[in-house]
């Protein structure tokens, strides 16, 4: 076979073994086979010098650009493999059914606060917040609470002292006073929160707990208002077997005051007739002078309630401790 016939077949054959290569060390290997010192195509090019001046420009110009060729053949095959050797070894199969994995919860006095929220929002009412840290004024005095009332005794609450008699708060009701400081009526709110009370633990009482306290205010709001809108986000809650009962109570920031008592299967079960819920009633005129209303253009109400209690009497447990134990087996059932 003459020379110039040798180079096609040999470029092609190189060709096609540079592709079945499979990965960059067999790449490697037939590179040598062709190309290295001793490679078969080398020997070609070797012979170049064995040919006559006529024949040599052409054979030489063909022989080099098949090397050529074969060099960017080569580099290719050598950068799709380099490409190839770095991706993972058990790729990500995307066609696979997926997984389920255990999502965790919300804790149930968070799934009761956020239901308790949502029947309030359909009445118009806003989340307010306040400070859990409180001071003697807010939590007190603006609540028309006098010097000398028990809640105010050292056994009761946890103060913190300072300039501005700070304390942790023991009920909700000090965010009505900020809210009334920083806004004029009407004013639609609820107040969900943590409060705090120097109580030791047992079944059911607990050092901390958590209320949600309502206020409303606008001009001619009455009793009657206050009795609808209980009613209507308890049955929401818990069914509408459930009965109120509304009993007159003091409290020094409204006028008047009641406790309302609740009733329903369930707290038949637990062997009672009714069950003390909220506290609530018609805010008394001096908290309206206290914080700049005018209590004679300006009427409302307001409430507070436990929201243990309420989580307690809709999932029927009665130890309180068990809201704060963290205890999964316990947290699941939710
Ligand atoms: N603050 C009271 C408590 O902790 C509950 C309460 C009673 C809140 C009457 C009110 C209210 O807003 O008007 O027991």
């Known amino acids: 076979m003459s020379f110039l016939d040798q180079i096609e077949p040999l470029k092609q054959q190189a060709l096609v073994d540079f592709n079945n290569a499979s990965d960059l060390q067999s790449l490697d290997q037939v590179r040598v086979e062709y190309l290295g010192n001793q490679g078969k195509f080398t020997a070609l090019l070797k012979q170049l010098g064995s040919l006559s001046k006529e024949e040599k ?21 050598r950068e799709m493999l380099e490409l190839q050797s770095a991706l993972p070894k058990n790729p990500t199969d995307f066609t696979l059914p997926g997984r389920r994995h255990k999502l965790g919860k ?32 807010h939590c007190f005095d603006a609540l028309n609470t006098p010097a000398d009332h028990p809640a105010r005794d050292a056994q009761d609450t946890f103060h ?26 009407p004013i639609r709110i609820i ?27 606008d001009k001619h709001v009455t009793m009657s208002d206050l009795k609808g809108t209980v009613e209507f986000v308890f049955k929401q809650l818990l069914g509408d077997e459930v009965k109120l009962r509304f009993r007159p109570h003091y409290f020094s920031y409204t006028e ?19 069950l003390e819920i909220a506290g609530c009633g018609m805010v008394h005129p001096q908290v309206f002078k206290t914080v700049g209303y005018d209590p004679e253009v300006w009427s409302g109400w307001a409430f507070g309630f436990g929201i243990e209690r309420i989580a307690m009497i809709r999932y029927g447990i ?3 401790r068990l809201f704060y134990q963290n205890d999964v087996r316990f947290l699941a059932q939710f």
């Open 57 to 77: 420009p052409a054979a030489g110009k063909q022989i080099n650009l098949a090397k050529v060729q074969m060099e960017a053949a080569l580099a290719e095959r």
């Open 106 to 137: 919300l804790h149930p006095l968070t799934q009761v606060t956020d239901d308790i929220v949502r029947c309030f929002r359909k009445l118009g009412f806003v989340v307010a917040d306040g400070p859990e840290i409180e001071d003697d004024y």
């Open 160 to 185: 913190l002292g300072g300039s501005n008699r700070q304390l942790l708060r023991t009920h909700t009701s000090s965010v009505q006073i900020r809210v009334m400081e920083k806004q004029s009526p």
């Open 191 to 217: 107040v969900p929160g943590r409060v705090y009370r120097r109580d030791n633990a047992d079944a059911t009482h607990n050092p901390t707990f958590h209320q949600i306290e309502g206020l409303y205010v």
């Open 256 to 274: 008047p005051s009641m406790e309302i008592d609740f009733s329903s299967p369930v707290v038949k079960k637990m062997g009672k007739d009714w």
């Open 318 to 320: 009665t130890d309180i």
